[in-house]
């Protein structure tokens, strides 16, 4: 199906383990997003990426790794899960230009213990 | 740096109007987004302005003004299934953008 998938949707993980939480999208956009949502804290910015080879930090990049490869993928890795990372992660994707919107996946709840 | 406000919860019945309101501060604007979030679910894309002035889209309508910094989203003839949080999130020139803490809508009988 086109769109943007994420997977796994929910993932159980402890302190210290590497995950890898994945992005797929059909329709070619240039751009992809990588946010966390927190209570309190609404959505925050992780990692972006303009183009493949392309990333760039956002506002909490600390403890991430992202990679883009290829156009449809975007993974995001934590290497050393923190319990402070527990969070739902959304990607998103987005055509090139400021008046397009931003097209999410539907999350990947991650807790970490 | 952004900051981007808005209200934390309202109440409202259903049928009625609702006006969820955004001020902000950011160094860079270009355009305000407004998305819908239901619970357990991903944020949709609902409205987007770039000039001054209200655009209307169906029962929901969204305001700008970039001198005062501040936006709201109305809702008419709310419906339960509107029942959601609605976020802010202002454009910053750079494909990027920063989004507010939500606001969240419950709609009663």
């Known amino acids: 199906d086109a769109g943007i998938t994420q997977s796994p949707r929910y993932k159980i993980t402890e302190t210290g383990r590497q995950v890898t939480l994945m992005c797929h999208q059909t329709w070619s956009h240039s751009y992809m997003f990588w946010y966390r949502q927190d209570l309190g804290h609404g959505l925050r910015l992780i990692y972006y990426?303009?183009?493949?080879?392309?990333?760039d930090k956002g506002e909490v990049p600390d403890g991430y790794v992202v990679s883009r490869s290829k156009t449809e993928n975007f993974p995001l890795t934590l290497e050393s899960a923190t319990r402070s990372q527990t969070s739902v992660y959304f990607c998103?994707?987005?055509?090139?230009?400021?008046?397009?919107?931003?097209?999410f996946g539907p999350g990947t709840r991650l807790t970490v213990t | 740096g952004q900051n981007i406000d808005q209200p934390t919860e309202m109440t409202a019945t259903e049928g009625a109007i609702v006006q969820i309101n955004c001020t902000y501060q950011?160094?860079?604007?270009?355009?305000l987004f407004w998305y819908q979030q239901h619970a357990g679910e991903a944020p949709t894309f609902l409205s987007y302005?770039?000039?001054?002035g209200l655009e209307e889209k169906g029962r929901f309508s969204s305001f700008l003004s970039r001198s005062k910094g501040y936006s709201y989203l109305l809702l008419k003839e709310l419906q339960m299934k509107d029942s959601a949080s609605y976020l802010c999130a202002v454009g910053d020139g750079n494909n990027r953008l920063a989004f507010g803490k939500g606001n969240q809508v419950v709609v009663i009988p």
């Open positions: 998103a994707s987005s055509d090139q230009g400021d008046s397009y919107e931003q097209y």
């Open positions: 302005n770039v000039l001054d």
């Open positions: 990426s303009a183009a493949a080879d392309i990333t």
């Open positions: 950011t160094s860079g604007f270009n355009g």
